[in-house]
């Protein structure tokens, strides 16, 4: 799919990831949607862009819930146009063992609601987006393309029930997705990032991402650029769909 002039949403597209995607798409033409819970930062976002010569404007939405998500595809739509593209990259941690123990004693166990709240942002949110986008490629007629962001998380990660589980059902939506919507013209792909520079790693101790990163077989972190060049790759390639882009320095979990 060529970019220039497409309407391409990216839901957690504020900050980070979102933002290095928004910009990596918008150098290439396209008109971006910004969806986010925070509206300072998508306003701040928005103004980054617009510095770079490209066209964005912000939503806020919760992608947890059924009425926000529609009405903010509806804004979109009437004021940017139909989207062709989207990128599933809004995302949440919330970390805890199933069950931490003593000596015999189970002295706590992952919380319901932990459980919860992930799996309502990193899972249903994708499918509520995915299902918005969907109807709104297809009734406007044209070709489009769906972006999932999964991690090499999804094959289980030690203190990560919630997240590895919502992260490995987004790659079952992909796959589902690519065969049920390819009769529409729609082309469904995932990225699947290891370690990568953001907020949440700049925030760790020394120690601690030096361990990380000696893991990885490239001997670094990657950036959220390498993200985003791998999410621009399944836009542009119109014979990807189906598939899972694992961009990890060769990490495995």
């Known amino acids: 799919m060529k970019l220039d002039n497409t309407v391409i949403a990216i839901t957690g597209g504020a900050r980070g990831l979102g933002l290095a995607m928004a910009s990596q798409l918008g150098a290439q033409g396209a008109k971006l949607a910004l969806m986010d819970m925070d509206g300072n930062a998508l306003d701040s976002a928005v ?9 964005a404007r912000g939503f806020v939405v919760n992608v947890a819930d059924e ?36 000596e015999g004693k189970v002295e706590k166990t992952l919380p319901v609601e932990q459980w919860q709240q992930v799996i309502d942002v990193n899972l249903t949110g994708v499918f509520l987006c995915g299902r918005e986008a969907s109807v709104q490629m297809i009734e406007a007629g044209h070709q489009g393309v769906i972006v999932n962001i999964s991690s090499i998380s999804r094959a289980g990660n030690m203190g990560q029930s919630n997240y590895a589980a919502a992260k490995a059902g987004v790659v079952a939506l992909t796959t589902t997705w690519a065969t049920e919507l390819a009769r529409y013209g729609i082309r469904v792909g995932a990225v699947a990032p290891g370690f990568i520079e953001t907020d949440m790693t700049a925030s760790m101790r020394q120690d601690m991402l030096d361990k990380l990163t000696a893991g990885v077989p490239l001997q670094r972190l990657g950036q959220p650029e390498d993200i985003a060049e791998s999410v621009a790759f399944i836009m542009t390639n119109d014979y990807f769909t189906g598939r899972v882009i694992e961009c990890d320095g060769g990490l495995r979990l």
């Open 47 to 55: 103004s980054t862009l617009h510095d770079e010569g490209v066209e």
């Open 67 to 102: 009425a926000s998500v529609k009405q903010a595809f509806g804004d979109i739509a009437l004021s940017l146009g139909p989207i062709q593209g989207l990128v599933n990259n809004a995302g949440i941690v919330r970390d805890g063992l199933l069950v931490k123990a003593r």
